[in-house]
């Protein structure tokens, strides 16, 4: 997997509402700080950058594990409800490395041949590392898609959209067809969507999270 990111992307930028580039460095940094270690692993395992799951937390979360409400409280704020089947499809597929497999098994989630496994609940995804592990198991899923990359890039905006609106919505589905080659021109279709809007420039834009963590922190995170 590519795993350069271009960032900050041209004429798109974080809104001011997210907090100042010196408030988001401190969050990013805070992150680290709590969670690098169990973020070195699910990259490692992923293959996912650090830096873009840094970045889900930080736009998600803040840091905060017990963000978000009922079945989306954790630090990815995915929902609960899914994460069975997520898993089971990463375990039948083969995509579950021994450590990834180790580590669910330490929390109790042992898979028979089938790919069952214990149902994860909301308590379940209050622990920092296995909200991590599974965040980084499901953001990986989403670029295996075909619209997961470009020409062999990541195309780390389309999945934005598809995790933050659902693979099945209207926006989603613009995302997916769309033939853009940036993440700005990606932005400018979803016009009508500015949630989505808003989490693409937080994490890609001037003083979004990769902008940060690439030119402000690149010696204390990669």
């Not at 954790?74 to 597929?93: A, C, D, G, M, P």
């Not at 905006?157 to 033939?179: E, M, Q």
Request: glycine letters at 8%; aromatic letters at 8%.
């Amino acid at each position: 997997m590519n795993t350069v990111l271009l960032a900050p992307v041209s004429n798109l930028t974080s809104p001011k509402s997210w907090g100042s580039r010196l408030a988001i460095k401190g969050q990013i940094s805070n992150i680290w700080s709590k969670y690098g270690n169990f973020i070195k692993s699910s990259s490692k395992e992923s293959g996912i950058p650090e830096a873009i799951l840094i970045a889900f937390i930080a736009v998600e979360s803040g840091g905060n594990p017990s963000a978000g409400s009922g079945n989306t409280k954790n630090l990815f704020q995915f929902n609960t409800s899914y994460v069975n089947e997520q898993l089971k499809n990463e375990f039948l597929s083969k995509r579950l490395s021994p450590v990834e497999k180790s580590k669910l098994s330490a929390y109790g989630f042992n898979f028979d041949a089938k790919g069952n496994t214990k149902t994860f609940t909301n308590a379940d995804a209050l622990k920092p590392e296995l909200a991590i592990l599974v965040g980084s198991i499901i953001v990986a899923q989403l670029f295996d898609q075909p619209f997961g990359k470009t020409d062999g890039m990541l195309r780390l905006d389309k999945v934005i959209t598809v995790y933050n609106s659902g693979l099945y919505s209207r926006w989603s589905k613009i995302a997916i067809a769309s033939k853009s080659t940036n993440a700005k021109q990606l932005h400018d279709e979803l016009s009508g969507n500015s949630v989505t809007q808003s989490y693409i420039a937080k994490i890609l834009g001037l003083n979004g999270a990769i902008d940060i963590i690439n030119n402000d922190l690149v010696n204390t995170i990669v």
